[in-house]
């Protein structure tokens, strides 16, 4: 009665963040149908003391990224949060999955062993279990539905199954 | 390199939905101090054609009994969608922790064979590995973020902090 570590870590953050683009590309579908610059869009918040879209993305992808490395013990790549277009956007969302795709299963062998730091905790930790449920999992979530909400918010057609995109059904 | 289901499952679910319990109080206090019904936000949505803070609440409550009941081969208790008042909402998810607290981590035994149908998709089934990663998982988060978003955009002062409840931070 276990999953492995790289399936809920690995596997559900490529299967959101690639849903995310499908939910991307409706957004700049319906940005050209009505002629507005899809950086409108990204800057569309769901409130003013809330980050825009923008940052949601870049965040979706930072704690997949981040996750990842922290409990393979592997290096995460840099990325400098300068993406301004559509086509950058999905770039980085890019550069997210392939460093995603290059962990194995076996690089989470000692995972429960790390922890996790924030600047935002000084002189605390989370051990890589409870960093793992507690933080990175329903953060990923937060980032990545918050993103589609503000596009369906602003009139873009989607439904669940953009977000869900399509789940292994097998004929009974 | 695995974690158990039980963690997973009732562990996160059952931290969503406290966190969850949390969130919709600060809505309350809002509401009371604007001299709002709580009938007000229930009704609110994101998008004309989204459900509104009340459906997103009980749906949250169904995906994680649903997913439980299913990987666990337990009977789901039944909950009628009668909720009006807020504290009837939060006897539904107080109802639906509990149940969460029966379910001890060996009865995910089988969650491999167990499988999940969907009357949306008649004649097709998840198995359980999929189901828990590509549908229930997601579909979680996506419920609880909405439901912290509806009253966030409402104008209740939320944060992530709300959102994610108490990680096990531990000294240095």
Same mark, same amino acid.
Request: proline share 4%; aromatic share 10%; glycine share 6%.
């Given at each position: 009665?276990?999953?492995?570590?790289?399936?809920?870590?690995?596997?559900?953050?490529?299967?959101?963040?690639?849903?995310?683009?499908?939910?991307?590309?409706?957004?700049?579908?319906?940005?050209?149908?009505?002629?507005?610059?899809?950086?409108?869009?990204?800057?569309?918040?769901?409130?003013?003391?809330?980050?825009?879209?923008?940052?949601?993305?870049?965040?979706?992808?930072?704690?997949?990224?981040?996750?990842?490395?922290?409990?393979?013990?592997?290096?995460?790549?840099?990325? %400098?949060?300068?993406?301004?277009?559509?086509?950058?956007?999905?770039?980085?969302?890019?550069?997210?999955?392939?460093?995603?795709?290059?962990?194995?299963? %076996?690089?989470? @062998?000692?995972?429960?062993?790390? @922890?996790?730091?924030?600047?935002?905790?000084?002189?605390?930790?989370? %051990?890589?279990?409870?960093?793992?449920?507690?933080?990175?999992?329903?953060?990923?979530?937060?980032?990545?539905?918050?993103?589609?909400?503000?596009?369906?918010?602003?009139?873009?057609?989607?439904?669940?199954?953009?977000?869900?995109?399509?789940?292994?059904?097998?004929?009974?």
């Amino acid at each position: 009665m276990h999953v492995s570590v790289h399936d809920v870590t690995v596997g559900q953050f490529s299967r959101g963040l690639t849903n995310l683009k499908g939910v991307l590309q409706k957004g700049r579908a319906f940005a050209e149908s009505k002629k507005i610059d899809f950086s409108v869009l990204l800057q569309t918040r769901l409130a003013p003391d809330q980050f825009p879209l923008a940052r949601q993305i870049q965040i979706a992808c930072d704690v997949a990224k981040v996750c990842c490395a922290t409990l393979s013990g592997l290096p995460a790549p840099a990325m %400098e949060d300068k993406e301004q277009t559509f086509e950058e956007f999905m770039e980085r969302i890019d550069r997210t999955l392939a460093f995603l795709q290059t962990i194995k299963a %076996e690089q989470f @062998t000692s995972f429960e062993k790390r @922890t996790f730091t924030s600047h935002r905790r000084p002189g605390l930790h989370l %051990e890589g279990r409870d960093y793992l449920h507690q933080h990175a999992t329903p953060n990923f979530y937060f980032h990545v539905t918050t993103a589609y909400s503000i596009l369906r918010a602003s009139g873009v057609e989607l439904g669940k199954r953009d977000y869900l995109g399509d789940p292994s059904w097998k004929q009974d």
